[in-house]
T-cell receptor, first 116, second 112 residues
């Protein structure tokens, strides 16, 4: 149980284009989903927290107009990287918190984004 | 604010040997502590967690972690590792429900 999927697992896009990453909770409902970014040999850095049906809360330094997050249902959140640049290349990981389960997050397998 | 330091980026060890993966945290408030494991091409899986109570917490596959509040450490240990334990391990701290702070990870490489 408690499986989170991400799609795609890897994507290559050209500079200036937009790319959407999906995060789904497959066997549970998640009121809250989180988006992280992981640089090589570095920590996972929280980008934003999204609650179903409301606007995402972005961490300091994260451009909300560049990283659009939508959490339209209890099982799906999307991250859209708009006007991507090579410096946006990274590993993006989502996680989800199940309704009624505190202090635990279930993580997706991550999406490798490469912007050329 | 909270922060997490994992002192070793890589730990090589022979099979059946003991291992300790170090984690130190800093926080001005009470925290919750976690260890996650990430196998190649997979997501992070919760290994064990400390929320309250006994400072020694155990996982089902033989790992344990001991919270030391005076040294602000939460080191992960296993008395005898297997090849299948080869993975990357992340220590994380949270002061509330939402915000997790992760260490930079430790790659455990178990050699036959």
């Amino acid at each position: 149980g408690a499986v989170v999927s991400q799609h795609p697992s890897w994507v290559i896009c050209k500079s200036g284009t937009s790319v959407k990453i999906e995060c789904r909770s497959l066997d549970f409902q998640a009121t809250t989903m989180f988006w992280y970014r992981q640089f090589p040999k570095q920590s996972l850095m929280l980008m934003a927290t999204s609650n179903e049906g409301s606007k995402a809360t972005y961490e300091q330094g994260v451009e909300k107009d560049k990283f659009l997050i939508n959490h339209a249902s209890l099982t799906l959140s999307t991250l859209t990287v708009t006007s991507a640049h090579p410096e946006d290349s990274s590993f993006y990981i989502c996680s989800a918190r199940e309704i009624g389960v505190e202090y635990e997050q279930y993580f997706g397998p991550g999406t490798r984004l490469t912007v050329t | 604010a909270q922060s997490v330091t994992q002192l070793d980026s890589q730990v090589p060890v022979f099979e059946e040997a003991p291992v300790e993966l170090r984690c130190n945290y800093s926080s001005s408030v009470s925290v919750y502590l976690f260890w996650y494991v990430q196998y190649p091409n997979q997501g992070l899986q919760l290994l064990l967690k400390y929320l309250s109570g006994s400072t020694l917490v155990e996982s089902i596959n033989g790992f344990e972690a001991d919270l030391n509040t005076s040294q602000t450490s939460f080191h992960l240990r296993k008395p005898s590792v297997h090849i299948s334990d080869t993975a990357e391990y992340f220590c994380a701290v949270s002061a509330g429900i939402n915000k997790f702070y992760f260490g930079s990870g430790t790659k455990l490489n178990v050699k036959p």
